[in-house]
């Protein structure tokens, strides 16, 4: 019976730890995707915000200089 048990509880510790190391890869997928939805919100708001720095730049800073 204490060799079942044995068994039983390797077998159990093995599953848990194949199960931690799943969860470590599925939370770096998660960061990659979240860095990667940060890098795009910057990229947009560079290419929008973009047209008017080089306006002012243009029409305010260089003729003052």
Known sequence: ???IL???QTSLTKRLE???EKEEGATAVEYALIV???S???IAALALIGPAVVTFV????IPNL
């Open 36 to 38: 990667g939805l940060v």
């Open 40 to 42: 795009l919100v910057i």
């Open 6 to 8: 044995a068994k039983a």
């Open 1 to 3: 019976m204490n060799k």
């Open 18 to 20: 194949t199960l931690r």
């Open 58 to 61: 243009n029409t305010d800073i």
